[in-house]
């Protein structure tokens, strides 16, 4: 991690030169965009010859200096760079020509949804499990070999993409004929119970076993959680920053990537379970969510029906000089009453 240290202080001593231009310019963070796992390093930059060359000569300096060797033979990944361009870009860094989608850290990367079959290697990972000693262990030793091995496998994959129902139907497939099963794909053993049933809790007469659906969402969740928390990590800055500059939270509009799009098919189960904590309140709904131990939309449906917007946050409310600005006037009775109530709360 100190050599990777190293690198990165070298491209930003190019940025600053004006060698190496930013692929993205950002708020809030001005360093060359460098990202390290093990001994794999990722580097972004824009599709220049010039600033290709830099990089290489950068390269082979950081090589000599520290021992290491560059292995140049990895592949050049273009984004939206055309065919003939790419030729001579990968010609200027000496690299081979690689292309979207691709596998980085076993998950397919792409500018578009994965399908069915780039999830195929890790399907296939899950079968394989079948045909390992599952037959020669007791219910028990398949219940605990089920919970362990099959849910664990697709931990990675599901913390970070929505799984097709497809995936997920044939990976509890095998779930299943691990655990009534063993490892005969042909038994026409039956199950003993359903599987409903076998994923629900001990307390509640089920088995326990974790349902990889409600596991995958569970796991999207949290990145809602780090997003309305404004959480410092560099994707949730780059999120706010690109999708919601004006400040105003994610509303029904679905912006954004795919990965993003399917996260946001999570809101509603999100705020159903979540409380905010009031700061400078530019992240909650006035209205719609939940910050004051309930949402003033449910408590108050008849005023509800006469807001102008009710995607309002805490923070702009908390600015209005006047109230019943919030509002179409005239107000009904009911509508006032709960008014009064409001101001109360306020």
Known sequence: MLAIDFLQDLLNTAKDHGLLDLPLVLPHNQYFPVV??????VIFIKANARQLFF?????????ESTGLKVNFQKSIIPINVPDDKLEILSRTLGCAKGYLPFTYLGLPLSLTRPTVAD??????????QLVSFSS????????????????ALPTFAMSTFLLPKTVIKQIDKFQKYCLWRGNDINSRKPPKASWQMTCDTKQNGGLGVISLQTHNKSMLLKSLHKFFNKIDIPWVHLVWEMIYSNGTPPTGNKNGSFWWRDVLKLLPEFKGMAMATIRSGSSCFFWLDNWNGFSFSSMMPELFSFVKNKYFTVQQVVNLSEPQDLFHLPLSEEAFEQFTQLADII
């Open 36 to 41: 390290q796992y093990a001994d794999d390093t």
């Open 119 to 128: 999830y195929w290697p890790l399907v296939s990972r899950c079968e394989r």
């Open 136 to 151: 020669f262990l007791s219910d028990a030793g398949r219940l605990q070999l089920t919970n362990a091995v099959f849910s």
């Open 55 to 63: 990089l290489k000569a950068l390269l082979n300096s950081f090589a």
